[in-house]
């Protein structure tokens, strides 16, 4: 079973397609770079994955299920262009709500153990509008990761990352993947985003342009993926 597979995916704003006929698969425990140009429908592609949006035509499938149903979207973690955290609420405050939300036992030591896993643990009582760009998007994956989700759909999670803290994230990820989880992440920091990925998915206007592993020639040389877009580049 994919922990991903879509078929024929189609999504339409008014008469605008963001995807047309996209279908493709993830396999269980890989990273899947996405990528793609501004307005190639990578964010469109994560919203229907975590069942926030739902296909105009086509089908997407997580682990055999639509994602709109309640228990494949507690496999789900998504982090989009918003943290989603709290400001009134001090960083321990969020998690311990994140921990509450999923169920899990004893929020409060896992809150403390993640703001540290995280380099966080002595902003423990700050709130994270006082906190710097890298250090919500911190704060934000260690919400989203203290439920150990099965998949993992993250939306430009290195934008705008000095470098220790995209250092941080990518140890993350990478500790996410190797305890299992799947991660499909879309990413403009190629060589980064193909540092981690075992497959590339591209997106061209709405389109697969290539789907499949990342390749050797592709880690050499990370912006000569955009030339399987061919004339449509």
């Known amino acids: 079973m994919n922990a991903v597979e879509a078929r024929g995916l189609t999504r339409y704003f008014g008469v605008y397609a963001a995807l047309r006929g996209v279908t493709f698969c993830v396999p269980p425990g890989q990273c899947v770079a996405l990528l793609g140009r501004n307005g190639a429908g990578k964010t469109t592609l994560l919203r229907l994955a975590a069942g926030i949006q739902t296909p105009s035509e086509g089908a997407l499938e997580v682990f ?120 499909l992440m879309s990413t403009h920091h190629l060589s980064e985003g193909m540092g981690i990925a075992t497959h590339i998915l591209l997106l061209d206007r709405g389109r697969v342009a290539y789907s499949g592993e990342r390749t050797a020639a592709m880690l050499a040389n990370p912006a000569a993926v955009y030339e399987l877009c061919g004339d449509a580049a």
């Open 64 to 183: 055999g299920a639509v994602p709109e149903k309640p228990a494949t979207r507690r496999a789900i973690g998504f982090l989009g262009h918003g943290s989603g955290l709290y400001d009134e609420l001090s960083a321990e405050e969020n998690l311990m709500l994140a921990a509450r939300v999923y169920g899990i036992p004893d929020a409060s030591g896992v809150a403390r153990q993640w703001l540290e896993r995280v380099d966080l643990q002595r902003l423990a009582r700050s709130r994270p509008g006082e906190f710097s760009r890298g250090m919500r998007q911190r704060l934000a994956l260690a919400r989203v990761l203290l439920a150990q989700p099965k998949l993992l759909l993250l939306d430009e999670p290195l934008t705008a990352l000095d470098d220790r803290a995209s250092r941080m994230v990518r140890e993350l990820l990478e500790e996410a993947l190797r305890a299992g989880t799947t991660l």
